[in-house]
């Protein structure tokens, strides 16, 4: 999400000091005294220069006292914004607009100058901490680096997923009613069990659980934020991913497990977790789940573009036929939502806010995220050279004999 240059962090700590990215390091070999501490005096201490872009840092910070880190990069998504000099939408799925907030855009500046410093600040001072800047990038400040690089993430998805919604039709955009009735989702209200042992089985599971997370993350298929995994571990139990957990780093502890309708004590899982726990009480051939928004097919599901599988045998195989659901089906009624994933049906796709993926395992689950994203991303490219000729009924019955689907 930035290259070797450009971009740079920066935090300021409780006396005031502001810690910030060095000027001319390679980004990808930072370390620990790389890192430039520039006091409020203006002494600077560390091996290099403080970034050229430490104006507006220092400017954001002194117009927002509650601002406690700043970040700053040059994603190509977001690039395109700021070059056509436009701001993302977030109202394609809820938790951009939930989590960005309103988001501003900074007239054009020269780098490392005051100007563009007073021109970035100035949206700063109107409350909003998002801030695109024309022909250069973004600027996020935040109460810590977390939920910067959270909100950074979140709207360069909703960038990527903004432009590929535009390549096969025209984004529907959600009512702010419609953010709001997903912002007031609660956390399901789970009795506490104490555990205090893994069963040989079960730490397996949450380390398999873990690696493809991690594996979903550096694909794109998760942000830090979302995407929700679940694994059956017997008839009256499953573990699930933790809420507003990094996805990043989540490790084998944070992982939660529910025993009985009842939740690991001291740890929140997921708030689809009753979504979940029905699918599995009403499909046995179920034992993994995924919930995820990856850019490529959520293009699908916030335009009325149909997403057809009969792409290449392994789509069909593995996709087959995939139900738009209509928004709000995950959490105003899972019970009803739980029973479309039949053996025929391991996928669904929800209006304006994610997909639904069953497998047989883990692994079977996450394959079937894979092709599903790779799929949609496939139709999407095809746009610019053709029409997509799909495999056709003779051929679908042939593989639905060869592969007894």
């Given at each position: 999400m930035t290259t070797t240059s450009g971009g740079n962090l920066s935090i300021r700590d409780r006396a005031g000091n502001i810690w910030i990215s060095p000027a001319g390091i390679d980004k990808g070999e930072l370390a620990l005294n790389d890192i430039v501490c520039v006091k409020p005096d203006g002494t600077i201490i560390g091996n290099h220069k403080p970034s050229s872009e430490f104006p507006f840092h220092q400017l954001i910070y002194q117009c927002r006292?509650?601002?406690?880190?700043?970040?700053?990069?040059?994603?190509?998504?977001?690039?395109?914004?700021?070059?056509?000099?436009?701001?993302?939408?977030?109202?394609?799925?809820?938790?951009?607009?939930?989590?960005?907030?309103?988001?501003?855009?900074?007239?054009?500046?020269l780098p490392g100058s005051k100007e563009l410093g007073e021109r970035i600040a100035d949206v700063f001072k109107q409350g909003i901490n998002t801030v695109i800047l024309e022909n250069h990038g973004i600027v996020v400040g935040a109460t810590d680096l977390f939920e910067a690089f959270m909100a950074f993430e979140t709207l360069d998805f909703s960038a990527r997923l903004e432009?590929?919604?535009?390549?096969?039709?025209?984004p529907v955009i959600l009512t702010n009613d419609a953010v709001e009735l997903s912002r007031r989702k609660n956390h399901t209200d789970l009795k506490d069990y104490q555990s205090d042992y893994y069963s040989p089985d079960e730490l397996k599971a949450r380390r398999e659980m873990c690696k493809l997370i991690h594996r979903a993350y550096d694909q794109q298929l998760f942000t830090s934020t979302q995407g929700t995994f679940s694994q059956r571990l017997d008839k009256d139990s499953f573990i699930i991913t933790p809420y507003h957990v990094d996805r990043k780093y989540i490790e084998v502890r944070d992982i939660v497990k529910i025993q009985n309708g009842c939740k690991e004590a001291g740890k929140t899982p997921s708030r689809s977790v009753l979504m979940h726990q029905s699918i599995y009480n009403k499909h046995p051939h179920?034992?993994?789940?995924?919930?995820?928004?990856?850019?490529?097919?959520?293009?699908?599901?916030?335009?009325?573009?149909?997403?057809?599988?009969?792409?290449?045998?392994?789509s069909y195989i593995l996709l087959r036929n995939i139900p738009k659901l209509p928004f709000g089906a995950t959490f105003i009624q899972p019970e009803e939502t739980a029973?479309?994933?039949?053996?025929?049906?391991?996928?669904?796709?929800?209006?304006?806010d994610c997909v639904v993926v069953t497998g047989s395992s883990l692994l079977n689950a996450f394959d079937r995220l894979e092709v599903l994203e790779y799929s949609a991303k496939a139709v999407i490219f095809s746009k610019s050279i053709g029409s997509i000729v799909n495999i056709d009924d003779a051929a679908i019955k042939e593989i639905e004999r060869a592969f007894k689907l």
């Open positions: 006292p509650d601002l406690k880190a700043v970040l700053h990069a040059h994603p190509p998504a977001l690039v395109a914004f700021s070059i056509v000099r436009k701001i993302p939408d977030t109202h394609l799925i809820p938790n951009i607009k939930l989590i960005c907030g309103g988001v501003g855009i900074a007239d054009y500046g432009t590929d919604a535009y390549k096969i039709g025209t179920v034992n993994s789940i995924i919930i995820a928004h990856p850019p490529s097919i959520m293009a699908f599901a916030v335009t009325d573009a149909a997403f057809d599988s009969r792409t290449i045998p392994e029973e479309v994933f039949l053996p025929s049906t391991p996928i669904a796709m929800v209006k304006n």
